[in-house]
């Protein structure tokens, strides 16, 4: 086993995957004897859960720029507060989702300016993934996925912001990581159709070259 970790992304649209991913390569990685810390944005520090609340709730209808510097600024304390040190703590960390999502919803979904998204990562990332994958799949499977298991927990409205926007949204959102993905280095597409445990194996395949 290689002598360092990793700093891995996880992302794509609604109900690709992500989670599922996650938490198997989670299981995988502290089985080998790893350190792993498996986080989320937005939302995995404890001010990130008052961010998370104001951005995925129906409630507040925020401006989308005001949206999208509350995704930066989850990013910011996320990086310094918990991925930043984990990673001087020789762990691994996995976020589920990362910048690629906020370049996919709200530029690409949105409409907002690039420009000024470039200009906020510059001032809210100080390290980027070793390695990030993107899960593709057919925005209409992902939506269908991502609604059941809403309508199934009980939270169309507390969570249900992004995926009450419908397919459009979703395609120009699935257009947006398939952008990402080209444009950006260390960037990996999976194939999302595929049975949870293919996806998962795709993944450690990948990831057998850096470990
Ligand atoms: N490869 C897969 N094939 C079929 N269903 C899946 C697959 N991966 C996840 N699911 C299911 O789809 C839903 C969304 O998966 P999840 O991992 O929560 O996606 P995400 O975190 O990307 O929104 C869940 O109900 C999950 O059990
Ligand atoms: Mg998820």
Redesign the pocket.
């Known amino acids: 086993m290689k002598d360092y970790n990793l700093f891995i992304a996880i992302d794509?649209i609604?109900?690709?995957?992500?989670?599922?991913l996650s938490r198997g390569m989670e299981g995988i990685l502290k089985h080998m004897g790893r350190d792993v810390l498996l986080t989320r944005e937005p939302g995995g520090t404890e001010s990130g859960k008052l961010f998370r609340q104001l951005l995925i709730s129906k409630q507040y209808e925020l401006e989308p720029d005001t949206e999208m510097m509350l995704y930066c600024a989850d990013r910011l304390e996320h990086q310094t507060k918990l991925v930043l040190p984990a990673l001087a703590d020789r762990k691994d960390v996995i976020t589920?989702r990362f910048v690629s999502s906020t370049y996919a919803y709200q530029v690409f979904g949105r409409g907002l300016d690039k420009d000024f998204l470039d200009y906020l990562t510059k001032r809210s990332i100080k390290k980027m993934p070793d390695i990030t994958f993107i899960i593709e799949i057919d925005p209409k499977t992902a939506l269908e996925?991502?609604m059941?298991?809403l309508e199934r927990d009980n939270k169309v409205d507390e969570e249900g912001k992004f995926e009450a926007l419908g397919i459009d949204f979703f395609t120009k959102v699935a257009k947006g990581f398939d952008w990402y993905a080209d444009k950006f280095e260390n960037v990996w597409r999976i194939n999302?159709e595929?049975?949870?445990e293919k996806?998962l194996a795709d993944v450690m395949h990948i990831l057998d070259n850096f470990i």
């Not at 609604?14 to 599922?20: A, E, I, N, Q, V």
């Open positions: 794509g609604d109900g690709c995957g992500k989670s599922t589920d996925r991502a059941g298991r999302g595929q049975k949870p996806v």
